[in-house]
């Protein structure tokens, strides 16, 4: 059964850090590009930063860059966000998924395997 693990959610003042990581189990997704994903209630699920299979090609929302950074290692099959200076704005339910081909990409379509989720609060 394949299954995509989220960790590392929680509820942290505006200013702080926290890493997400996604742990990836049942099959291999070191040729798939994957990323991370956020929602809150009454919006649309918004992309927030995505990497290619071998994670040299990445591309982020404009609300994050220069603040969160995604990486993965392929040979633990796990996706990480490192999420600085972190605003209330970013307060969302966070979910990792793989895509179906390895380049990178934006469109949530274009994931085909999604995490149950990590819900990140950031108090001001």
């Known amino acids: 059964q394949v299954q995509l693990a989220e960790s590392g959610g929680g509820l942290v003042q505006a200013g702080g850090s926290l890493r997400l990581s996604c742990a990836a189990s049942g099959r291999s997704f070191s040729m798939n590009a994957m990323g991370w994903f956020r929602q809150v209630p009454g919006k649309e699920r918004e992309c927030v930063a995505v990497?290619?299979?071998?994670?040299?090609?990445?591309r982020y929302a404009d609300s994050v860059k220069g603040r969160f950074t995604v990486s993965r290692d392929r040979a633990k099959n796990t996706l990480y966000l490192q999420m600085n200076s972190l605003e209330p704005e970013d307060t969302a339910v966070y979910y990792c998924?793989?895509?179906?081909?390895?380049?990178?990409?934006?469109?949530?379509?274009?994931?085909?395997?999604w995490g149950q989720g990590t819900r990140v609060t950031v108090s001001s």
């Open positions: 998924a793989a895509a179906t081909g390895g380049v990178v990409t934006t469109d949530s379509s274009d994931y085909a395997y």
């Open positions: 990497v290619n299979w071998s994670g040299h090609d990445t």
